[in-house]
């Protein structure tokens, strides 16, 4: 006797992006209260801070690395979904719905994540040289994370946008 889970809903999947996107924004935010309260207790170091330009060429970095590679891998799952929708035939449309969604979810999460990664880097300079200018990069960052949200016409948008791609790409 099996039991089958049941389906996540389409409303259960963006909840779940947004618990996600949340979640990662709360950790750069906790961590930089923790930077602040704990790690500006002395004065800047007098020599190059090279921690804290290296922390920045990075926020840059991984601001330019968000458009460009989650975007690719979202596209080549996409593109696999759509092909295997085609060789198996008609599939349900809520479960081809999940499977954009699932892919939109990974493609904000590496986003996310790249960004976080560089975010957090910014906070150990602050941590490590007391310099206040590493907290513009976070700002950034952290202002780019917000404005990342999840919501249901970014993922319709998403989804009509890659079908028009796909559909572009695969004119026969």
Same mark, same amino acid.
């Given at each position: 006797?099996?039991?089958?889970?049941?389906?996540?809903?389409?409303?259960?999947r963006?909840m779940?992006?947004?618990?996600?996107?949340?979640?990662?924004?709360?950790g750069?935010?906790?961590?930089?209260?923790?930077?602040?309260?704990i790690?500006l207790?002395?004065?800047?170091?007098?020599?190059?801070?090279?921690?804290?330009?290296?922390?920045?060429?990075?926020?840059? &970095?991984? %601001? $330019?690395?968000?458009?460009i590679i /989650?975007?690719?891998?979202a596209?080549?799952?996409?593109?696999?979904?759509?092909? +295997?929708a085609?060789?198996?035939?008609?599939?349900?449309?809520?479960?081809?719905?999940?499977?954009?969604?699932?892919?939109?979810?990974?493609?904000?999460?590496?986003?996310?994540?790249?960004?976080?990664g560089?975010?957090?880097?910014?906070?150990?300079?602050?941590?490590?040289?007391?310099?206040?200018l590493?907290?513009?990069?976070?700002a950034? &960052?952290? %202002? $780019?994370?917000?404005?990342?949200? /999840?919501?249901k016409?970014?993922?319709?948008?998403?989804?009509?946008n890659?079908? +028009?791609?796909?559909?572009?790409?695969?004119?026969?």
């Open positions: 006797m099996s039991r089958e889970l049941p389906q996540i809903t389409l409303q259960q963006q779940m992006m947004t618990v996600i996107w949340l979640a990662l924004i709360m750069v935010v906790t961590f930089g209260m923790i930077v602040t309260f790690g207790k002395e004065e800047p170091g007098k020599g190059l801070p090279v921690i804290t330009y290296l922390g920045m060429g990075l926020a840059a &970095l991984m %601001l $330019v690395l968000r458009m /989650p975007n690719m891998i596209r080549n799952q996409f593109t696999q979904a759509m092909q +295997e085609r060789e198996e035939g008609n599939q349900d449309e809520e479960q081809m719905l999940g499977t954009f969604y699932q892919i939109f979810m990974v493609r904000m999460i590496i986003g996310l994540a790249l960004l976080e560089a975010a957090m880097i910014n906070l150990v300079a602050v941590m490590i040289e007391n310099q206040k590493a907290f513009i990069p976070v950034i &960052l952290l %202002l $780019v994370m917000i404005a990342s949200m /999840p919501t016409s970014k993922l319709d948008g998403w989804i009509r890659q079908m +028009e791609n796909y559909n572009l790409e695969h004119q026969n």
